[in-house]
């Protein structure tokens, strides 16, 4: 039994997430709220998950994590607006310890119900499994500790080196990156100890919705030494920079007169996941030497890209997939392992260095 609690301000919200999560079974729900609430059912319901809305009364969701991570570390859910401010707000819960994210229902809750309905039961199951971070959850309590009151950010920005920008290889050669569960995180590790003239583009798939990955690519930006950027439409691939998919669609590499280029494109119907993985590192394969590619496969849910990367592997391409000690959630490296399709099974904190190395 998965015991959960919803913490929302919306009665009428908390009645629907409540029914949801019954009418699938093995679920035992209770309700909060606020964040005050919430805080107060730690230690008397002690949830193994809790669903948190952002903006609540007297404690908001933010705060009301702060406060989860210090007093009972545990998963959470956070159920946010697909507006640009609660994208925002949901990366940063996600820096902060929540494990995943789901998308609230727009309008009507009656009318969106059955579309959401599968996607939040299967976000909470899976979160049920997921593996807290214990390290970044000690750095937080450390830091939230040392607050007095005011809420820090959740990483300052860094002054970005200067570097000169190198010129585009004379074999075109691609790092591919897929992600879900636990992604935006994961990326802030992956691409943070790159340096500014890391001498292949980063294409990177991190399954969102569209209101999420621009303000992933903005985020990632401030934190890394490399440029990153949302791919909206057609652009040239450049070393030194880190190229995030749209969400809500498919990232791609096609071919120009001009050269290589990455674009998005209206999703496959017929994969489940988008941005998709899979179809990312199919393109790549289409137009470039396998030996000049490698695929990283990191947090998240399902397979998505593990076919893709065993391919890619036994074709002559580098693969590299998160070890389970540091995926929140080791389903899609996981897959990539269990397929033979991983070249190293790498621990998060070294894969930058593997990068780095292979690059070379």
């Not at 401010?85 to 819960?93: K, M, N, P, Q």
């Not at 490399?226 to 791919?231: G, N, P």
């Not at 030996?291 to 849910?301: D, H, K, N, P, Q």
Request: hydrophobic fraction near 50%.
């Amino acid at each position: 039994m998965i015991k959960v609690l919803v913490v929302d301000d919306s009665a009428l919200m908390r009645k629907a997430l409540g029914n949801i999560l019954r009418s699938a079974g093995g679920m035992e729900v209770a309700f909060a709220r606020n964040g005050l609430e919430a805080i107060g059912q730690l230690h008397s319901f002690m949830p193994d998950v809790v669903t948190l809305d952002i903006h609540m009364p007297e404690m908001d969701g933010l705060a009301c994590l702060d406060r989860i991570m210090i007093e009972r570390p545990c998963r959470v859910v956070m159920v946010a607006s697909l507006t640009s401010g609660g994208a925002d707000v949901t990366l940063e819960a996600m820096a902060l310890g929540a494990v995943d994210f789901v998308a609230k229902p727009e309008g009507v809750i009656s009318l969106a119900i059955d579309v959401f309905a599968p996607v939040f039961v299967e976000r909470v199951r899976a979160a049920s499994h997921a593996r807290l971070r214990p390290a970044a959850r000690l750095a937080e309590r450390v830091r939230l500790r040392g607050l007095t009151g005011a809420r820090a950010e959740a990483f300052p920005p860094i002054e970005r080196p200067p570097s000169v920008r190198l010129p585009p290889q004379p074999r075109d050669s691609i790092v591919l990156v897929g992600t879900s569960t636990g992604g935006p995180p994961a990326l802030d590790a992956l691409l943070s100890p790159l340096p500014a003239d890391f001498p292949w583009p980063i294409l990177i798939a991190q399954h969102m919705p569209a209101a999420f990955t621009g303000p992933l690519a903005r985020r990632l930006d401030r934190l890394c030494a490399l440029s990153v950027v949302e791919v909206r439409g057609p652009t040239a691939m450049l070393p030194g920079t880190a190229y995030v998919a749209r969400g809500d669609a498919d990232m791609i590499v096609s071919s120009r007169p001009t050269g290589l280029i990455v674009t998005a494109a209206p999703s496959d119907p017929s994969l489940r996941w988008h941005p998709s993985v899979e179809r990312l590192v199919a393109t790549a394969l289409a137009h470039i030497d396998p030996a000049r590619l490698i695929g990283v496969l990191m947090t998240g849910m399902g397979n998505d890209g593990a076919p893709g990367m065993a391919r890619l592997r036994a074709l002559g391409g580098r693969t590299i997939a998160e070890a389970e000690e540091t995926a929140v959630v080791w389903g899609m490296p996981g897959e990539l392992v269990r397929a033979g399709g991983a070249e190293l099974v790498a621990p998060l904190p070294d894969i930058a260095h593997h990068l780095v190395s292979w690059s070379a």
